[in-house]
């Protein structure tokens, strides 16, 4: 089974920024989808970001777009999640998942959240 391991998380003020990272256990990494969903508290989770690293095609969730960027390092194994302006409302876990070949809201595998917080 892929191994995935997010980390980055943290405590910021309103308008700061954080990357996240998740790192992925297996070789042939640029084959899979990897994505970012996040759950807020009392909330459903939602998906935020996802990126084919195969192609680069890349997606992000309208309440995003324009702060957060996703990118991958290949040969690190890593996808990392840019989240800039930060507000409250992005309060949540956020965990990374991975599916063989597509971004959806389904994922293969999932890794275990890192916690971010943003103060008012």
């Known amino acids: 089974d892929v191994q995935l391991q997010a980390s980055g998380g943290g405590l910021v003020q309103t308008g700061g920024s954080l990357r996240l990272s998740c790192a992925a256990s297996?070789?042939?990494?640029?084959?899979?989808?990897i994505g970012w969903f996040r759950q807020a508290p009392g909330k459903a989770r939602e998906a935020v970001s996802c990126i084919h690293s195969s192609d680069g095609r890349k997606w992000l969730v309208d309440s995003v777009k324009g702060r957060f960027t996703i990118s991958s390092d290949a040969a690190k194994n890593t996808v990392y999640l840019q989240m800039n302006n930060l507000k409250p409302e992005d309060t949540a876990v956020y965990y990374c998942?991975?599916?063989?070949?597509?971004?959806?809201?389904?994922?293969?595998?999932w890794g275990k959240g890192t916690l971010v917080t943003v103060s008012s």
């Open positions: 297996e070789f042939g990494f640029d084959t899979y989808a």
């Open positions: 998942a991975a599916d063989a070949h597509f971004c959806s809201p389904h994922m293969d595998y």
